[in-house]
């Protein structure tokens, strides 16, 4: 789990945390046979569609947010109390975001979370680059335009000391708002993606 991750839930009380063809006498060799008897190779099947269990961000659920969001199911919200406190400006703040609700994926069986990160009011790109930019150690970043529900986001993949990450943001009357999947390895990551995809298709503003 991130450094970030591990002090967030320690130091706030209410935070849970191609291939290359060589070529010879001008042909491209044909792939090599697999030997008699051998056993196919495996592959990682994707996971399956999260479903909807409960929802986040709208009046009356654990965190007050600009947009809400379907949760999967065993997903546990939190809402982090006092994320303005200059004393925790260290664990809640990155970049020109602050952290105000984590989602926790263990009771779902993962070990990770979903973070809400509110900004000020702006372009979505420039709030995201400046959130990965923050986050130390990342690198192989790359954005795309894409969609939040129906709003138009902006999404980040890149590493964090080689392990996998991912961001959308989106902009809203009421600033920035950027979801970010953490977890404590890539292959954790993956296994999460279901319910990222599931927030990200399904957010909206209230």
């Known amino acids: 789990m991130p450094e970030r991750a591990r002090a967030i839930r320690t130091a706030v009380p209410a935070l849970v945390a191609s291939g290359l063809l060589l070529t010879a006498c001008g042909t491209t060799p044909k792939p090599d046979a697999p030997a008699a008897g051998a056993a196919p190779r495996k592959t990682t099947a994707p996971a399956p569609a999260a479903e909807a269990a409960a929802t986040l961000g709208g009046s009356g659920t654990a965190c007050a947010l600009p947009v809400s ?17 200059p004393e925790f400006a260290a664990l809640t703040r990155q970049g020109p975001a ?66 996998e990450e991912r961001a959308f943001a989106v902009a809203t009357p009421k600033g920035t708002v950027i979801v970010h999947l953490g977890g404590l390895d890539t292959e954790e990551h993956r296994a999460m993606l279901p319910a990222y995809e599931l927030a990200r298709t399904t957010t909206k503003t209230p």
Do not use: H, M
């Open 98 to 163: 602050v952290v105000r609700c984590e989602v926790d994926a263990k009771p779902a069986g993962n070990i990770g979370y979903l973070r809400v990160w509110t900004a000020p009011k702006g372009p979505a790109r420039a709030a995201l680059e400046g959130f990965v930019r923050a986050e130390k150690g990342s690198s192989a970043v790359t954005y795309r335009e894409t969609k939040a529900g129906a709003l138009p986001a902006t999404e980040a993949t890149y590493t964090v000391q080689d392990k």
């Open 69 to 85: 969001f379907a949760l999967a199911e065993g997903w546990e919200p939190k809402a982090v109390k006092d994320p303005e406190n």
